[in-house]
């Protein structure tokens, strides 16, 4: 099992950056891809951006190419989003997950972080 730990979110003005973190415990960091997605009130969860075990490349949802940045560092067990000029419609709890080997779907999952953007 894989325990994660999302931090990093808060409060910000429209054009802000912020930083999340994911902290992963339980398997080797290394063997599996990692994601972060957000969900908004009343819409269903989105894909923002994943990153691949090992190869390290990267996929971005449409809305967010450009101005966030998806990243890992395996020694650390830890899998970062760097967001820029944020935007309002970016406001939504955000999650990470992973992705192992041979599975279809992501998970399991964090308890998220707030993301709230104002104009």
């Known amino acids: 099992q894989v325990q994660l730990v999302e931090s990093g979110g808060g409060s910000v003005l429209a054009g802000d950056s912020l930083r999340l973190s994911c902290a992963a415990s339980g398997r080797t960091f290394s063997s599996y891809a990692m994601g972060w997605f957000r969900q908004a009130p009343g819409k269903e969860r989105e894909i923002v951006a994943t990153?691949?075990?090992?190869?390290?490349?990267?996929y971005y949802g449409n809305s967010v190419k450009g101005r966030f940045t998806i990243s890992r560092d395996n020694a650390k067990n830890t899998v970062y989003l760097q967001m820029n000029s944020l935007k309002p419609e970016d406001t939504a709890v955000y999650y990470c997950?992973?992705?192992?080997?041979?599975?279809?779907?992501?998970?399991?999952w964090g308890q998220g972080t707030q993301v709230t953007v104002s104009s």
């Open positions: 997950a992973p992705k192992f080997l041979y599975d279809s779907t992501w998970g399991p």
């Open positions: 990153i691949r075990r090992s190869s390290g490349s990267t």
